[in-house]
């Protein structure tokens, strides 16, 4: 629910975004999508800080109330620029619920 009310109004604000193109790539924890210029995230997998390989991490949330389990990712990339909503919050935590 929460990722539907930011999606609102993200294309509620976006202008013309909803007509950009749009590209994915869907590589499993080093996925991509843009959104024209309005929008472009990356994920890639959480990193050892020791090593530097590549960590798995999960969450369990045992209500389920936004979600039951999700893998946890670092957002190489997040930018948005669409109209008035401009951020950008690259190399923060990311989840992709199951």
């Not at 499993?28 to 472009?40: D, K, L």
């Not at 050892?48 to 045992?62: F, L, Q």
């Not at 936004?66 to 997040?78: G, L, N």
């Amino acid at each position: 629910m929460p990722f539907e009310i930011n999606r609102h109004h993200f294309f509620q604000n976006a202008g013309s975004a909803n007509s950009s193109r749009s590209t994915f790539n869907l590589n499993g924890r080093n996925s991509s999508v843009q959104i024209g210029a309005a929008m472009t995230v990356a994920v890639e997998p959480i990193k050892n800080p020791v090593t530097g390989e590549p960590e798995s991490v999960r969450v369990h949330h045992a209500t389920g109330f936004i979600f039951k389990e999700a893998e946890c990712f670092s957002a190489a990339q997040m930018n948005v620029n669409a109209g008035e909503l401009k951020f950008s919050w690259p190399n923060i935590a990311a989840l992709s619920r199951r």
